[in-house]
């Protein structure tokens, strides 16, 4: 898949969103690519499955 960086991950994580008309498709999609959505103070906060933790926030918008 190629995402090394916040803004990789970050933009393939809202270009899915886009695809999707529920957030929940959403997030049953982001899991089939390894990642999760956790709410955080800080906003959404896209998390890795495998173990890596948290890795970058969506902001308050998102």
Same mark, same amino acid.
């Given at each position: 898949?190629?995402?090394?960086?916040?803004?990789?991950? %970050?933009?393939? /994580?809202?270009?899915?969103?886009? %695809?999707? /008309?529920?957030?929940?498709?959403?997030?049953? %999609?982001? %899991?089939?690519?390894?990642?999760a959505?956790?709410?955080?103070?800080?906003g959404?906060?896209?998390?890795?499955?495998?173990?890596r933790?948290?890795?970058?926030?969506?902001? *308050?918008? *998102?």
């Amino acid at each position: 898949m190629g995402l090394e960086t916040k803004n990789d991950i %970050r933009d393939f /994580v809202m270009r899915e969103r886009l %695809r999707c /008309v529920s957030d929940r498709e959403w997030k049953f %999609r982001l %899991r089939g690519y390894g990642f999760a959505i956790r709410d955080t103070d800080e906003g959404p906060m896209v998390t890795s499955l495998i173990g890596r933790g948290d890795l970058c926030t969506l902001g *308050a918008g *998102a």
